[in-house]
Each structure stands twice: as C-alpha cells, then as structure tokens.
T-cell receptor
Framework: DAGVTQSPTHLIKTRGQHVTLRCSPISGHKSVSWYQQVLGQGPQFIFQYYEKEERGRGNFPDRFSARQFPNYSSELNVNALLLGDSALYLC?????????????FGNGTRLTVT | RKEVEQDPGPFNVPEGATVAFNCTYSNSASQSFFWYRQDCRKEPKLLMSVYSSGNEDGRFTAQLNRASQYISLLIRDSKLSDSATYLCVVNRGNTPLVFGKGTRLSVIA
C-alpha cells in the first residue's frame, strides 16, 4: 500500500507569491493534518481535517488555508509568502479524527522563499 | 515555557553504549505520549507509544511518570543506524499532537 504522498517535493518561490501543496493520505485514512517544520525545530501544527471538515487550527496567520476533498486528499495554501515561511511542510494522515491515533507522515514539501 | 521540552543534545555516543533521553511536558491534562524518530531531511516516523506502565520494544524502553510530567526513552546497545533526531510528542485528547524540538543522537563507530 502506498504511504502518504505529497507534492511537490521541493519548491522555490519569491516573497509575495502564492503556493499550493498537495497531500494524499494512506488509503482508508480519513484525517489529514498539516505541520510546518523549520530547521532545528519540531513540527508545528497548522491544520487538521477529518471527513472534509476542519477539526483544528494552529497559531498561524490567515494567509494559511487548507481544505480536504471528498477523496480525503488535501491542499495547503499559503498566500503572500514571507521569507519566514521557508520550511518543510509535512502532511500526516491517521485512521480517525481523534488525536491519539498515530500519525503517518509523508516525505514533506521543502519550500524555500527567496 | 514550551509545552514539551527535551534535552537539546546532540548526544554523541560510541556503538554499544546505552543512552537516555528525557522529556518534560507542562500540561497535566496530556493523555497520550509518543516517541517519533526523524532522520536527517526525512519525515518523522513513529518509534513507539509510551504507556503508563512503561513499555519496551527490543532495545528501546519508554517510561512515563505522570506525577513528574516526565517521559524518557532508553536505547541500549546503540547501533550506527540509531543516529537520528528523537522527538517527544504529547497530546491532550482532542487537541493536535504537540512535538518537542527533538534531541539529536549520533552513534559513532
């Protein structure tokens, strides 16, 4: 079975641009979470979706938005990119929407903002 | 104070050594606890859940002390392949997982 897949793997954008990151969960998993990991730090929670509804949102500005599609895949959108948005963006899926379910992470999208 | 704090590392140990990582959490309502492993420039992967009674998986032993809000991970007989960053993770049930900053381990031949 395929694991969590994310695209693209790497991305370079300039300040002010917009970016869309994509994620496909493990087959049968209905919950998708997004995390941002800056170099030298642990992953920071951005969003969680379960059954296409937002279940949680971390302390990120409104420039960050996400959605989940009927097939449970998800997109993370970031508008008006800042240099500080440069990070590894991780998508994780879990079987259920409850947060003690283990998370299965994708390989991540490495975003560089110049 | 951060919700999850870990030894900053790095820990540089010889092969065969025993190494222990500590983690403290600030929210007494935390319910679930995990250790994740992250290799350089890779995604985090679940290493093991941490149960109240402590649990062991091969060379790895995890302990939880709810009274002190403290979690530990012990690695015995370290292998070169154990070199990675170890992330302490907690949650409070209906909240997302909170990750520590991670502790870097280098096992040296």
């Amino acid at each position: 079975d395929a694991g969590v897949t994310q695209s693209p793997t790497h991305l370079i954008k300039t300040r002010g641009q917009h970016v869309t990151l994509r994620c496909s969960p493990i087959s049968g998993h209905k919950s998708v979470s997004w995390y941002q990991q800056v170099l030298g730090q642990g992953p920071q929670f951005i969003f969680q979706y379960y059954e296409k509804e937002e279940r949680g949102r971390g302390n990120f500005p409104d420039r960050f938005s996400a959605r989940q599609f009927p097939n449970y895949s998800s997109e993370l959108n970031v508008n008006a990119l800042l240099l500080g948005d440069s990070a590894l963006y991780l998508c994780a899926s879990s079987l259920e929407g409850v947060n003690f379910s283990p998370l299965h992470f994708g390989n991540g999208t490495r975003l560089t903002v110049t | 104070r951060k919700e999850v704090e870990q030894d900053p590392g790095p820990f540089n140990v010889p092969e065969g050594a025993t190494v222990a990582f500590n983690c403290t959490y600030s929210n007494s309502a935390s319910q679930s606890f995990f250790w994740y492993r992250q290799d350089c420039r890779k995604e985090p992967k679940l290493l093991m859940s941490v149960y109240s009674s402590g649990n062991e998986d091969g060379r790895f032993t995890a302990q939880l002390n709810r009274a002190s809000q403290y979690i530990s991970l012990l690695i015995r007989d370290s292998k070169l392949s154990d070199s990675a960053t170890y992330l302490c993770v907690v949650n409070r049930g209906n909240t997302p997982l909170v990750f520590g900053k991670g502790t870097r381990l280098s096992v040296i031949a």
